[in-house]
């Protein structure tokens, strides 16, 4: 089924607040957020407190607090932050800014960029199997769609043609499937790039085959993925490729 979320752009991460924002009142309610880290190749839930200030009726404040006793196993990296998260609301009850409070370093206090997004979690009563699998490609779908925005070589924003792909085959238990083995293309770009009709080089150049009609070649041919999709891929890549670029094949143009 389909949660609403707050998607939380940090500089190296990014976090999901599950919540919905239209169904919220004075508890809050809110027990755990979300964090991906692409360096460690980590996903954690944090535990937090939460609490929120209503004003003549109307929500203005949520606050989401993060405490390192509540989180004995995240506590001890060195990059975790504790300290307070603000989700401030203007007077029509709309989401309007979100600020970070941080308990020891005021300078990483200040506003953070955020979006709202919607994601796919597993419904309740599915056998362990297909659910399982179905979460982990809607979990998979989530992660990638996070770190890229957009297909990383149309530029295509709209969610419904969105797919994530990986870069390296992803096994029947589901290893490999993580941001860091995933770009998110088009829905015919996938089908493509599963297909083997253009390829991506270790400086993130695509390579289209001479097979492709001449409007997928004139999309394709010259383009290059975001230096911070190919650096968060890179490893795949590399690996997809046998340790070398392939723009050396007689059959790529």
């Keep these: 089924m389909t949660t609403k979320a707050i998607l939380i752009l940090w500089d190296e991460t990014r976090e999901v607040v599950v919540i919905d924002l239209s169904k919220l009142d004075s508890s809050a309610g809110l027990e755990k957020t979300i964090e991906y880290w692409p360096k460690e190749n980590k996903r954690l839930e944090y535990k937090v407190r939460s609490s929120a200030e209503m004003k003549g009726g109307v929500l203005r404040y949520v606050f989401i607090e993060y405490h390192k006793e509540d989180n004995p196993t995240i506590a001890a990296a060195e990059d975790a932050l504790w300290g307070r998260t ?55 779908r989530a992660q990638t769609l996070m770190f890229d925005n957009a297909c990383v070589v149309s ?58 009609s001449e409007s997928y070649k004139e999309m394709l041919t010259g383009k290059h993925i975001p230096p911070q999709t190919l650096k968060r891929i890179g490893s795949a890549l590399r690996k997809r490729n046998g340790g070398q670029d392939r723009d050396d094949e007689p059959d790529m143009v």
């Design 86 to 140: 603000v989700l401030e609301f203007a007077g029509s009850g709309e989401l309007n800014k979100i600020t970070w409070e941080d308990d020891s370093e005021e300078w990483r206090s200040g506003p953070l960029k955020w979006r709202e997004i919607s994601m796919e979690v597993e419904s309740k009563g599915r056998s362990s199997v297909s659910g399982s699998r179905s979460a982990r490609a809607a979990d998979f």
């Design 155 to 212: 530029g295509e924003t709209f969610s419904a043609a969105l797919e994530a792909a990986h870069v390296l085959p992803v096994k029947g238990d589901g290893s490999d499937s993580s941001f860091l083995n995933g770009i998110t293309l088009r829905a015919d770009l996938h089908r493509l790039y599963d297909a083997g009709e253009f390829s991506i080089n270790e400086r993130g150049e695509i390579l289209a085959r001479e097979g492709l």
